[in-house]
């Protein structure tokens, strides 16, 4: 079983080399920054949400207890903040806090405006964790802002406060909703015949309610499992053979990536710069010289290395023959070295191998396994013996040597 979100999927979407660093190096991106308009995401959502709560136990507020309310969690925002707030609009010269304010108090205003009196709903859920199966295989975790009943119709509800009314962007809403209804079949199918996906774009004061079918949702459904089965068949590949599978979109996107330091894309964009600011104390020859130099002398040292590796190795041989784990320490004046002597398994045909574990249905499971050291399946695996791969795997002794601090 896997477990993805919808963020997932856009980030792969994105760039595959974002989502490379992301979820598969798991590469720390920089703290969390508040600005204003996440401020202002997050006292919409709190704003609704405390209003369908009342609602949902029969006690509608007035569009003055509404904006209070509104005012009383914008202050303790304020509070938790304050020290931020005006940093924050530093990037927004021609903007006061007085401005992000009023925007504020008019999505909420005009949005009561148009849904008072409120007595044609029925709240099942608001800002609700939702897990559902898009697949056997695959358990799709997101949020749902709102659930409504209206009779016998579902409504999902999704807030969204962008300045910039999205075009391309609003087709993968509608998406992202559309699938929750695999959600809603999982858990209420008994109670309701129809169903529609709500998305509020308060900026604009626009609603867009699309109807969800059941073509629809097969057709969207197919199309997140498909972009599912590629990402897990990258990471296979990149865990076992490849370092290339997942590479670089290059978009307006770009300027605000975490991965900037990483990214190849970007450090190509920022070369030009960096040559400048290199050649600006030393010619381009002298700094040829001086790499081919320093490549030379590690060169030598490396072979100098594994020389030595090569003697303590078949004089660890010699002491113990056999093919089993062991750890040696042989002894220098300040330092020793460690050799510790294993059994593993080396894939020697790639092809076969995959073959046999989808075969057994575990490509899912092991899908991490690095290529051409498959100890963790075999070593760690009740379900997998080593006769089930021949012709795929073959047992070999490996050997590690580090220097070890005598203290």
Known sequence: MVRYS?????????????????????????????????????????SLQNLYNSINVFKVPTKEEFISDYYALRE????????????????????????????????????????????????????????????????FLWFIDRLDKIWDTFVINDYKTNKNLPTEEKDQYVEQLTLYWLWIQQKYAKYFKNLKAKLYFLHFDIEDEREITQNKLDEIKAKYVNIIKEI???????????????????????????????????SVVNSDDEVEWELSDKSITALVDEFVEICDKISELE????????????????????????????????????????????????????????????????ADIPWQNVNKLFLKSWKVRLSDFLWAVEEDVSFMVRKQNKK
Request: aromatic content about 14%; charged content about 30%.
């Open 6 to 46: 919808v963020s997932q999927i856009q980030v792969y979407m994105q760039c595959p080399l974002k989502y490379r660093y992301r979820y598969v190096d798991k590469i720390p991106t920089s703290e969390f920054v508040e600005t204003t308009d996440t401020l202002l995401w997050t006292l919409v959502h709190e």
């Open 232 to 266: 897990e068949q990258n990471k296979l590949q990149y865990a076992m053979w490849s370092k290339k599978i997942f590479e670089a979109n290059q978009s307006s996107l770009c300027a605000w990536c975490d991965y900037q330091s990483v990214c190849p894309l970007f």
């Open 76 to 139: 303790k925002k304020e509070k938790e903040t304050s020290e931020n707030w005006w940093e924050i609009l530093n990037h927004h010269t021609d903007l006061t806090i007085d401005d992000f304010k009023r925007r504020w108090e008019m999505y909420l205003s005009r949005y009561y405006d148009k849904h008072a009196p409120f007595d044609d709903i029925q709240v099942i859920s608001t800002e609700k964790q939702i897990s559902f199966q898009l697949a056997d295989w695959i358990n």
């Open 303 to 366: 072979k100098e290395k594994e020389s030595l590796k090569c003697i303590f190795q078949r004089y660890v041989i010699k002491k113990d023959p056999n093919d089993e784990k062991s750890d040696f320490i042989l002894s220098g004046t300040d330092w020793n070295v460690k050799i510790t002597k294993t059994l593993k398994m080396n894939v020697i045909d790639k092809d076969k191998f995959l073959e046999k574990i989808k075969s057994l249905w575990l490509f899912e499971e092991y």
